[in-house]
């Protein structure tokens, strides 16, 4: 049962946007992450895209790598990039263009520890997360074709799981201490920075193992950001960026 209860734990941080499931004891495990993601960033009135949302419905594919230790204790890394995509940031614009290309990636690392508790177990984690969003801007309408928003940070939290339905679901939430970036590709470049925000995540799962070596487990996770930037210009005065990342995934596991 430990072995099964200590998976379920590491399963469907939202925050870490990574995936340390079914970790047995002592062991080295790999795993392929697919998921379908709902994107949203948000521009405040004062923003130089004031008032408008971008938003993108896409898929993400990966890998993921868990090393867990005798005592509990476990470090993962998984990295996802988008597959093709739109976004709708120019929507009635003069001239009514079509939605734009979008693409995402994503990477964390991260650290926690398990600890049983009767019949489940608690878990507590930190971890480093980045993330890039890059938005293409109608031909011939502006003077950059690309804007590329990046954000990094750290996230801790923690999470309980609980055996049914022949498997284990975990429940978990963090807080992430997070800065951004937002540039394009004009000539000279917009290039201004996020001051630190804090943003939440929190998220559900549900594992399976087929085989001792086999398994499977299906996550939904929820991220929220605000990034506060910075005064720009005498123009562009300070103004906030919200990011919102709504996902369920599901991954294919083998230990080794």
Request: hydrophobic content about 40%; overall charge neutral.
């Amino acid at each position: 049962m430990k072995k099964l209860i200590l998976g379920a734990t590491f399963a469907g941080f939202a925050a870490a946007a990574s995936h340390a499931a079914f970790a047995d004891e002592g062991v080295i495990r790999a795993r392929l992450v697919v998921s379908s993601n709902n994107y949203e960033l948000s521009f405040d009135d004062k923003a130089p895209y004031a008032n408008r949302s971008a938003k993108s419905s896409y898929s993400m594919t990966g890998l993921g790598l868990t090393a867990v230790s005798a005592g509990g204790a476990y470090i993962d890394f998984v990295a996802q990039n988008s597959g093709s995509a739109k976004h709708d940031l120019w929507n009635n614009l003069a001239g009514n263009p079509p939605p734009q290309a979008f693409k995402r990636e994503e990477a964390a690392v991260t650290l926690g520890v398990s600890t049983r508790m009767g019949e489940g177990a608690s878990s507590a984690f930190l971890g480093y997360k980045t993330g890039t969003s890059t938005l293409d801007a109608p031909p011939l309408t502006f003077t950059w074709t690309k804007d590329i928003f990046e954000s990094s940070g750290l996230f801790f939290g923690g999470g309980f799981a609980f055996p049914a339905l022949n498997g284990n679901i975990g429940l978990n939430g963090a807080l992430a201490l997070m800065s951004g970036k937002w540039t394009d590709n004009d000539v000279p470049p917009y290039n201004n920075k996020a001051d630190t925000t804090v943003g939440f995540s929190f998220g559900a799962s549900y594992s399976y193992m087929f085989t001792g070596n086999v398994g499977m487990s299906i996550d939904w996770k929820y991220n929220a950001y605000s990034y506060n930037f910075a005064v720009y210009s005498v123009t562009v005065p300070a103004y906030t960026v919200t990011e919102k990342i709504n996902s369920i995934g599901v991954n294919l596991l083998a230990q080794f």
